[in-house]
């Protein structure tokens, strides 16, 4: 739990800095309704202390339940929201009380804008680059079986689904990850620069399952660092191009390499993945995987009916194409 308020503390920060620049607007819109600036103060005050501190626990119960890690960003959309709002009621006619019934919509349509699909109607373009270094105390020989990519059953990613080698280049593989419900994304990896046991360099083109499901280009690399001969170090660079501003936003809250790196570390190592944000993601996308499994759909009598006269419709489409493969 520790380990994951660190990883989270820029969005306790930023969260925290904005309800601070929103509190005095606050306080200046109740001054203009007639209150004194002594009460208007700790009114405004008091309101954005409570609404931080129910912020900051739906951020603690958002990162110990997989199910609700998307309900993090809750916290940054409503302190940009009250900033909004309270600027709003500076200059803009109603009572300060009238704009904060308005918080809940807008942070929804913050959300909505910044990390929703409308993400994707934004022109600008960035290049996102993320670095970071985790020590494993295994061999370097062993931590190399578990970083290749061309090993789905061996991988530290247990999402990893499938990889096909491509038929015309020897250096270019195909890759399935799930993401739930049934879907997977598909990245195809051109190796660049490989050394056994002691890293790789690859080109990365697909989709992501992030904010507006954009399209992903760039370069990812793993490099094996041997620590004496029981402990490695990995650092990981990966660079990505045409990045969205927004997703820049998110993996910068989120502390994504280092959040992945602990991931990597307690995969290879068999620990919990409770730990991280990607170890939660990993974690909702394999529970759901297993309910679905063990779900067993009923047989209603409707659906048998259907289910029959399609079977019908097919016997009867394959007697007419091809009488010949009918053994009477």
Same mark, same amino acid.
């Given at each position: 739990?520790?380990?994951?308020?660190?990883?989270?503390?820029?969005?306790?920060g930023?969260?925290?800095?904005?309800l601070?620049?929103?509190? !005095?607007?606050?306080?200046?819109?109740?001054?203009?309704?007639?209150?004194? !600036? /002594?009460s208007?103060?700790?009114?405004?005050?008091?309101?954005s202390?409570?609404?931080?501190?129910? *912020? @900051?626990?739906?951020?603690?119960?958002t990162?110990?339940? =997989?199910?609700?890690?998307?309900?993090?960003v809750?916290?940054?959309?409503?302190?940009?929201?009250?900033?909004?709002l309270?600027?709003?009621?500076? /200059?803009?006619p109603?009572?300060?009380?009238?704009?904060?019934? @308005?918080? !809940?919509?807008?942070?929804?349509? $913050?959300? $909505?804008g910044?990390?929703g699909?409308?993400?994707?109607?934004? =022109?600008?373009?960035?290049?996102q680059?993320?670095?970071?270094?985790?020590? &494993?105390?295994?061999p370097?020989?062993?931590?190399?079986r578990?970083?290749?990519?061309t090993?789905?059953?061996?991988?530290?990613?247990?999402?990893?689904?499938?990889? /096909?080698?491509? @038929? +015309?280049?020897?250096?270019?593989?195909h890759?399935d990850y799930?993401?739930?419900n049934?879907?997977?994304?598909?990245? @195809?990896?051109?190796?660049?620069? &490989?050394?056994?046991n002691?890293?790789?360099?690859?080109l990365f083109?697909?989709?992501?399952?992030g /904010?507006?499901?954009?399209f992903?280009?760039?370069?990812?690399?793993?490099?094996?660092?041997?620590?004496? +001969?029981?402990?490695?170090?990995?650092?990981?660079?990966?660079k990505?191009?045409?990045?969205?501003?927004?997703?820049?936003?998110?993996?910068?809250?989120?502390?994504?390499p280092?959040?992945?790196?602990e991931?990597?570390?307690?995969?290879?190592?068999g620990? !919990?993945m409770?730990?991280?944000?990607?170890?939660?993601?990993?974690?909702?996308?394999?529970?759901?995987?297993?309910?679905r499994?063990?779900?067993?759909p009923?047989?209603?009598?409707?659906?048998?009916?259907? *289910?029959?006269?399609?079977?019908?419709?097919?016997?009867?489409?394959?007697?007419?194409?091809? =009488?010949?493969?009918?053994?009477?």
């Amino acid at each position: 739990m520790l380990k994951t308020i660190r990883l989270q503390s820029r969005r306790f920060g930023l969260t925290f800095a904005l309800l601070a620049v929103a509190t !005095p607007a606050w306080a200046l819109s109740l001054v203009g309704e007639g209150y004194d !600036p /002594v009460s208007a103060l700790t009114i405004a005050g008091a309101a954005s202390f409570a609404l931080y501190l129910m *912020l @900051c626990g739906l951020i603690l119960g958002t990162i110990t339940v =997989p199910a609700l890690r998307g309900w993090r960003v809750a916290a940054e959309t409503t302190g940009m929201a009250s900033l909004l709002l309270s600027a709003m009621a500076l /200059v803009l006619p109603g009572t300060a009380q009238q704009y904060a019934l @308005c918080l !809940p919509s807008a942070s929804a349509a $913050i959300w $909505i804008g910044l990390y929703g699909p409308l993400a994707r109607l934004v =022109p600008q373009r960035i290049t996102q680059v993320d670095t970071a270094r985790i020590h &494993i105390p295994l061999p370097h020989q062993m931590v190399w079986r578990m970083a290749l990519p061309t090993r789905p059953s061996e991988h530290w990613d247990p999402l990893l689904r499938a990889s /096909v080698q491509d @038929c +015309e280049d020897a250096d270019t593989f195909h890759l399935d990850y799930a993401r739930g419900n049934g879907e997977t994304d598909s990245v @195809c990896i051109t190796m660049l620069e &490989i050394e056994p046991n002691r890293g790789y360099r690859y080109l990365f083109q697909g989709e992501s399952s992030g /904010v507006g499901r954009a399209f992903a280009q760039g370069y990812h690399q793993v490099l094996l660092i041997p620590d004496g +001969e029981d402990a490695t170090w990995v650092e990981l660079s990966r660079k990505t191009e045409d990045c969205l501003p927004a997703q820049r936003l998110l993996s910068w809250l989120d502390r994504a390499p280092e959040d992945y790196a602990e991931f990597l570390r307690a995969s290879t190592l068999g620990e !919990p993945m409770t730990g991280t944000l990607t170890g939660l993601h990993r974690l909702a996308v394999l529970r759901e995987e297993l309910d679905r499994k063990r779900r067993r759909p009923k047989m209603s009598a409707s659906r048998s009916l259907a *289910l029959l006269q399609v079977a019908a419709q097919r016997t009867w489409a394959l007697l007419i194409r091809a =009488p010949s493969m009918i053994s009477w």
